[in-house]
């Protein structure tokens, strides 16, 4: 069992610092200008900070402890090529989801 | 007229939120059911989706917290987790930073990865947006993303383990997150910044605290402006 105050204090010490890395920026710079090679970097912040997020867990899961799961990774890949294809988020996860519930159901 | 294209603004903001409601519902309700298989109440779980607003991290805590792990390594390591927030408010920096200090504030609590994925691709498809748009774009994906979130999060602590482990809830993470990389890949540079990131990340996987991560985004970003460049200087 988990002591009641290590819950509070990762509540409050996650929050303060979830908080103060979402407002660092937004709220210290604010509309003072940015030179151009700093905003050329924070144009690939998205895509480049999803994609290094999810390539670990594509290639191994926590489901399977760590294994490359064939399953997972093809739907993985039809999310990927789905989205890029149609530029569409929803049809995107969709096939993802399609591939991954059929293939729990119906693999051995 | 300004009432009207904010308005405008905010629902074309929670039309695109609603479809994340696949994503955000089973993700609450899962980190619930962890929550509350940790031996956490109701309270307890719905103050920590609160207050931190940040699954990937709520989960890491958790799993720590529930391993026995010191307090620093609990801390710290959903803290590293959570890094990329910084470059998400840097990255909204130049779109958001002229708004006023609550509303600066407000929009910093509410940056989740679903939200700031959203809006960016919104700001760089529509450059010529207000100010004002640009916010009420932003509240409108809030709403579907964040209030759900709450409540799922209380839903998961009441239903308990009830969902099939055959819906692969395991895995609506990673597919969410894929499916908003696909439509950002617009041009070669953002190809090449994903590519670099992969690269990085896996290279460098072993590194403690989830560094990997911060060491992809890093060669991502740097690939990514670089690659953007040398395309400048080709077609000048």
């Known amino acids: 069992m988990i002591p009641e105050w290590k819950i509070w204090l990762t509540i409050i010490g996650l929050g303060a610092a979830s908080f103060g890395l979402r407002f660092v920026f937004l709220g210290l710079i604010g509309d003072r200008a940015m030179p151009e090679w700093v905003l050329r970097h924070l144009r690939y912040t998205a895509?480049?900070?999803?994609?290094?997020?999810?390539?670990?867990?594509?290639?191994?899961?926590?489901?399977?402890?760590?294994?490359f799961d064939p399953l997972r990774f093809t739907a993985a890949?039809?999310?990927?090529?789905?989205?890029?294809?149609?530029?569409?988020?929803?049809?995107?996860?969709?096939?993802?989801?399609?591939?991954?519930?059929s293939g729990n159901y119906l693999l051995p | 007229m300004v009432a009207t294209s904010t308005k405008s603004s905010f629902w074309r903001g929670f039309r695109t939120g609603v479809p994340f409601l696949m994503v955000i519902i089973p993700f609450g309700l899962l980190f619930g059911i962890v929550a509350t298989d940790a031996g956490m109440s109701s309270f307890e779980a719905l103050a920590f989706s609160v207050v931190v607003i940040a699954g990937a991290a709520q989960f890491t805590a958790v799993q720590l917290l529930q391993d026995q792990a010191p307090m620093v390594v609990v801390l710290a390591s959903a803290i590293a987790v959570n890094l990329r927030m910084a470059m998400y408010s840097a990255s909204m920096t130049p779109h958001l930073g002229r708004l006023p200090l609550w509303k600066r504030a407000m929009t910093a609590y509410f940056l989740v990865d679903q939200v700031y994925a959203s809006a960016i691709l919104e700001y760089e498809e529509r450059p010529q947006l207000t100010l004002a748009e640009k916010f009420a774009f932003f509240m409108g994906v809030v709403t579907p993303i964040c209030l759900p979130w709450y409540v799922a999060t209380v839903a998961g602590t009441i239903v308990g383990n009830a969902i099939p482990p055959e819906l692969g809830l395991d895995f609506a993470v990673p597919i969410t997150f894929l499916a908003m990389i696909g439509p950002m890949l617009r041009t070669r540079a953002h190809v090449w910044a994903a590519i670099a990131a992969v690269a990085g990340a896996l290279a460098f996987?072993?590194?403690?605290?989830?560094?990997?991560?911060?060491?992809?985004a890093i060669a991502?970003?740097?690939?990514?402006a670089y690659a953007e460049t040398r395309a400048e200087e080709a077609k000048a």
């Open chain 1, 77 to 101: 890949m039809a999310t990927l090529v789905v989205g890029y294809k149609t530029r569409n988020v929803v049809a995107s996860i969709l096939a993802g989801a399609a591939i991954l519930i």
């Open chain 1, 47 to 67: 895509v480049a900070v999803l994609p290094a997020l999810i390539a670990p867990l594509v290639l191994w899961p926590s489901a399977t402890g760590g294994t």
């Open chain 2, 205 to 216: 996987v072993w590194l403690p605290f989830n560094l990997g991560l911060m060491v992809g």
């Open chain 2, 220 to 224: 991502g970003m740097i690939t990514g």
